[in-house]
């Protein structure tokens, strides 16, 4: 059934807002904008005093980890990993990680995400909860070995492999899939050396944590005897369907190699913030050519997926990073959260255009904070808030119409996510 997104108006790829209506086909693609207000549609969203923007995309998170929201707060990475969140995450079972997921879906699809990457665990619940809600999204099992006797540490690695083929092109081709080691001072160079072709072989992408923490940088010295970026090169892992994490402690060459392989970064200021883990050089890498992309991260860190905050976050830190209040403009930061963020995953979103996949949201611009419209990039970047998306479509499907959920029982979401969270808490002890 056609759908027409009438009266409002349109956030164009470059940038630019026109008065204009979309309308989508039958196939969940954007086959016109422009003054469309006597076509007729089988469907229609009222976007009247509101924006049609492109779905955000959220390039790196971990969607469960809803569940851990508050649990473990104000403490460094490592401490913060192996002292609170490890022994909760090692009692989670597939039910837990469902509702996490379906957690995380309620809150992006209210702050107008359409995709998202996930690096996790139970991955065929983080999929059943994306097909349920309607969402798009990149999968992956993330592979961690540091510790594991030799077979156990092949299998982690055997199983994100097998998980990246049998849910490649689930929930209606709306999942897409890649193989997820945690990161290089996590995972054994010899798995890396047997799997990573493996996965090139069949034309994987790859997705990991990269130059988050100094202690990251230092760990892979010690091991290797040099950065991460020429150790993570060496081993194959630098490609243009890799895209990775963070991306805070690079250097120099490393930002030049990320641009001569056309390997993506996910910035995730909030985390990185929070973790106190450090400002990355987002304008660096920008002028250098690097494709720089937007993550929430997981929400144990950050602690909300909303990602008009991380565009805002994006933005403001930027500017301190650079030094320069120049640095990482509005536009820029919508891109990042945009296109930058399709095209670090390699899917065809991220743009209003013909053609494209119907994933949008509408932002009302009724609001007391986004008055007057001097410049609505501006407003999208500095002043908007997951709150003021009054529609959310996937796909050409309407999963939020007026603030109303329409794929989710949100009220029970929270219930089960609520249950749930307390009950593994208990269980870790």
Known sequence: MTLLVAGGRVLRPDYTVERADVRVDDDGRIDAVGDLSNQAADRRLDATDGLVMPGLVNAHGHAAMTLLRGYADDK???????????????????????????????EMIRSGTTTFADMYFHVGAVADAVAEAGLRARLGHGV???????EAARADFETSL????????AADGRITTAVMPHA?????????????????????????????????VEEIAAEAD?????????????????????????????IDLLADRDTAVVHCPASNMKLASGMAPVQRLRDAGVTVALGTDGAASNNDLDMFDELRDAAMLGKLAADDAS?????AAVEMATQGGADALGLPVGRVAVGAPADLAVVDLSGAHLIPEHDLVSHLAYAARGSDVRHTVCDGQVLMRDRELLTLDAAAVKREAEKRAREAVERAG
């Open 162 to 169: 097998e998980v990246a083929r049998e849910y490649d092109g």
């Open 226 to 254: 040099a950065r991460p970026g020429a150790y993570a090169d060496d081993l194959g892992l630098l490609a243009d369907d890799t895209w990775v994490a963070h991306g805070v402690h690079v250097s120099d060459e490393e």
């Open 327 to 331: 640095a990482v403009p509005a536009e």
């Open 144 to 150: 961690v070995t540091v510790g594991k006797e030799a």
């Open 184 to 216: 290089p001072h996590t995972v054994g160079t010899e798995l890396f050396e047997t799997f990573v072709p493996r996965a090139r072989e069949v034309g994987i992408p790859l997705h990991f944590h990269f130059n988050e923490t100094p202690t990251y």
């Open 76 to 106: 460094p990475l490592d401490a913060w990993l192996q002292e609170d969140i490890w022994p909760v995450e090692g009692v989670l079972d597939p039910a837990d990680v469902a509702a996490g997921a379906r957690l995380a879906a309620v």
